[in-house]
Structures are given as structure tokens and as C-alpha cells.
């Protein structure tokens, strides 16, 4: 079992800059590829990044690519989505999550965590 806990969300400017966290429990941490995820209002929940186990392999979908980075601290059990550059649509509920193995897919995913805000003002 892991449990994820996120935080950082907040409300910040166009252009500014927000780190979120996801807090792993359990000593198998090191053991999941760690997906991000995101839902805007009204809006079906999409893929935004996801980081291999040693933190040595990332992927990001195209609407992020280049402002957003995904790491991790496997000594922490912690994964991190540094966002840069923000536009207001980039306004959702952010999720992390783990999985066995390597997917974009949210259905090869088992543990989720309950989601923090991320408002952008324009």
C-alpha cells in the first residue's frame, strides 16, 4: 500500500512559478514510476508528466513540455512537478500518482492522492 499526500497548489500570477510535492508512505516508494496528473473544471482528468523509478527517465505531455519538471527524492519518498511559466490554463486540480510500471495511461495506476489546487490568474 502507499498512500500520496500533495501540496503547494495555490493561486499565482500568469508567468509565476509553483512547486507541488507528493509525500509517499511506505518503504516501496523507490519501487513506482510517479505520474502527474491534472483535472480542469469541467474538464476530464489528463496526463502531465511522469518520472521513472531512479528519477533518470521523465516524460511530459506537449501542453507542458519545456515549463514543467518532474524529480524525485527516492531518500525522501517525495516526488516533486516544478511549474514555471504558468498560463491560466494550466488551472486544475493537480494529482500524483504511482504505478507498477511505465504509462501515461491513469488506468495502469493504483494509488492516487487527493488532489491540490493550482489556480493561475490572468
Known amino acids: 500500500q502507499v498512500q500520496l499526500v500533495e501540496s503547494g497548489g495555490g493561486l499565482v500570477q500568469a508567468g509565476g512559478s509553483l512547486r507541488l510535492s507528493c509525500a509517499a508512505s511506505?518503504?516501496?516508494?523507490?519501487?513506482?514510476?510517479m505520474g502527474w496528473f491534472r483535472q480542469a473544471p469541467g474538464k476530464e482528468r489528463e496526463f502531465v508528466g511522469i518520472i521513472n523509478w531512479s528519477g533518470g527517465s521523465t516524460y511530459y505531455a506537449d501542453s507542458v513540455k519545456g515549463r514543467f519538471t518532474i524529480s524525485r527524492d527516492n531518500a525522501k519518498n517525495t516526488v516533486y512537478l516544478q511549474m514555471n511559466s504558468l498560463k491560466p490554463e494550466d488551472t486544475a486540480v493537480y494529482y500524483c500518482a504511482a504505478a507498477a510500471r511505465w504509462s501515461t495511461g491513469q488506468n495502469e495506476y493504483m494509488y492516487w492522492g487527493q488532489g491540490t489546487q493550482v489556480t493561475v490568474s490572468s
Open positions: 511506505g518503504r516501496t516508494f523507490s519501487s513506482y514510476v
